[in-house]
């Protein structure tokens, strides 16, 4: 049986594909139209995995659409009536014509870019597998269905779907039930992003800048926060104070009140990042925490599940999650590393496959069905070979082993290099597919990466990826996680606190034998390296470990700000020759940078040609 999954028309649009339950593709569209959190239909990430997984229209079961767009309407409407006809008039003014242009027809629209791309086959053909599954519990099955628990309680939590911003349920072998849920307007995934909006990120993309920044500052903001803007009951469920937010009615996350509470204006994002702007990301992160870890806490009571899985963009939030398993609520934590909507694509297939057709769950109690998250496409040594010479692109061909000893003795020596090899990952994560690696004992490698790589803020934070075996000797954690899904506590990691509150020249005080990966609060975002899951990403950072004693590489995705993570041969030379790295490796081939035509290196982040 063959089921399509899609998430499409608000952000991270993606296509699942997936054959007997199994996860054959999965891949966000914005890896192919090189557009960030590019919102419309996954048109050509469907179109390349049907045509490398060689299926047409006749062999599809099903297509099922992530959320229900009437739904959403009614939400849009009633809010609109609650607040009229004293506010909302211009946003009204200027999301009605969309929706009744375009996203009031949607299926109809669906309807028609399934057409095009499954070769016509005919709308009626295609309206008789087309299906609709709710926001929520795409989410739900996207984080039960593919975990290794045969029963786990399910919290899911985002900005908003068609009404439910927060859910939890229960998840028993192959059926879903929602038990609870808080609606719109009141939101963590909301209140977040009001916050990432005032201190000058962009809202839907900017959360985990806010993230990073929290513990550069102190929660100072905290008691203002809890006395005006939210009101939490014992059991997690919460309130927010509409006075003070604009996203309902208006075209901002924040209004005037909001300011005043807090005597300062929004952060223009041009200008500096200042200590006020660190307290309060401080402050909201603690907010956060706080609430999740109460609705976890009556999750538990409710459900006496000793599991939990976690999905929704809220949980991304790797620290949030790391303050839930401290707490050990639960025994077991699991979080679908594509918390967002992409990965609704493959929870709204798994729902139809497992709860509504009724079908068995196989259960692997040591793996997760996301297989590591490596989901994407991969490149035969032809196609790659072909684009390099296409090109003039001088490179050595080395077998594996010969490659793992050369770069890791390379990146012991401060280089650092574009990696990328096998199938793309699932989520908005590198994991050793399309990554940049680094050495992580310099101090200066952070700030290096930040600033001359990946052309970002100098304050964020990288992630060690470390070998399975080696990772309690390095880090505290209370689970492994092959999927960055939680932070961890630095062993070794020592600062001041005179230090630590100083701004972003804290970093400039840490004390680890692995400087670059320590954040100023001494966490790291983990991801545990497993043989099994990437032989050739464990096999290069083991040979690294030989030579320098630490088990552990920096992992960064392959992109520049602003941009995607490379998905394709081409897109990793442009990356490459726009950038300072000193390597790229694809597959088995290895580019120098100082070995080639420096006619191919142009001023931005590209090289003089363009993928055909």
């Known amino acids: 049986m063959i089921i399509i999954g899609i998430s499409a028309y608000y952000h991270d649009s993606a296509s699942c594909i997936l054959k007997d339950g199994e996860i054959i593709y999965s891949l966000h569209e914005e890896r192919l139209t090189r557009i960030k959190h590019d919102k419309e239909f996954p048109r050509e990430s469907l179109k390349l995995g049907l045509s490398k997984n060689e299926i047409t229209f006749d062999q599809i079961d099903h297509i099922v659409f992530f959320d229900k767009p009437f739904l959403k309407f009614e939400r849009l409407l009633e809010t609109y009536v609650y607040y009229s006809p004293f506010q909302g008039f211009e946003s009204f003014k200027k999301s009605i014509p969309i929706w009744i242009k375009e996203k009031l027809f949607q299926k109809d629209l669906i309807l028609k870019e399934l057409n095009e791309i499954l070769n016509n086959p005919g709308i009626k053909e295609l309206n008789k597998k087309l299906v609709f599954s709710e926001h929520h519990l795409s989410h739900a099955a996207s984080a039960f269905f593919p975990s290794n628990f045969d029963e ?93 937010f604009n996203y309902s009615v208006g075209l901002t996350m924040t209004n005037k009140k909001f300011s005043k509470l807090f005597d300062m204006k929004r952060r223009d994002p041009s200008k500096k990042i200042e200590q006020s702007h660190m307290d309060m990301a401080a402050s909201i992160q603690k907010v956060l925490e706080f609430v999740i870890i109460k609705i976890c806490k009556h999750a538990q009571k409710v459900t006496k599940m000793k599991n939990l899985c976690l999905s929704g963009g809220v949980a991304l939030n790797c620290v949030a999650n790391f303050k839930i398993g401290l707490e050990k609520i639960f025994e077991n934590i699991w979080v679908q590393p594509a918390s967002g909507d992409a990965g609704s694509s493959i929870g709204s297939a798994m729902y139809l496959y497992y709860h509504i057709l009724g079908n068995n769950r196989n259960i692997d109690h040591n793996n997760s069905k996301m297989k590591g998250c490596y989901l994407g496409n991969k490149y035969s040594k032809k196609e790659i070979e072909d684009i390099l010479k296409k090109f003039d692109i001088k490179f050595d061909l080395m077998s594996d082993e010969k490659l793992s000893q050369f770069i890791s003795k390379e990146i012991s020596e401060n280089k650092i290099i574009g990696w990328m090899q096998g199938k793309s990952e699932f989520g908005p994560r590198a994991l050793g597919a399309r990554s940049i690696l680094a050495d992580p004992r310099p101090i200066d490698m ?22 399975s075996d080696h990772q309690d000797k390095w880090f505290e954690s209370f689970n492994l996680n092959e999927y960055m899904s939680f932070v961890s506590k630095t062993k070794d990691f020592k600062i001041k606190d005179e230090f630590r509150y100083s701004g972003f020249n804290s970093l400039n005080y840490i004390e680890s034998k692995i400087k670059a990966v320590s954040h100023v609060d001494g966490t790291a975002r983990v991801q545990t390296v497993y043989k099994s899951l990437n032989p050739k990403f464990y096999n290069l950072i083991d040979d690294f470990f030989k030579i320098t004693d630490v088990p552990l590489l920096i992992n960064t995705s392959f992109n520049v700000r602003g941009e995607p993570i490379v998905e394709t041969p081409e897109h990793a030379l442009r990356c490459f020759f726009g950038t300072e790295l000193d390597y790229l490796v694809i597959e088995n081939f290895v580019i120098k940078k100082e070995d080639q035509n420096k006619n191919l290196i142009t001023a931005k982040y590209s090289v003089n040609f363009k993928p055909d």
């Open 446 to 467: 952070q700030k290096k990466l930040n600033l001359k790589i990946k052309f970002r803020e100098s304050f964020r934070p990288f992630a060690p990826s470390v070998l």
């Open 152 to 244: 786990s309680a399910i919290i899911t939590m985002d900005g908003v779907g068609e009404w439910s911003t927060t859910t939890f349920g229960i998840g028993e072998k192959n059926k879903i039930k929602i038990l609870n849920e808080i609606r719109y307007p009141h939101s963590l995934g909301l209140l977040y992003s009001a916050f990432t909006y005032f201190l000058g990120f962009e809202v839907n993309s900017g959360e985990y800048k806010l993230m990073g920044l929290a513990p550069f500052g102190k929660p100072k903001f905290y008691d203002l926060i809890m006395e005006n803007l939210i009101d939490v009951k014992e059991d997690g469920s919460f309130y927010l104070n509409q006075h003070y």
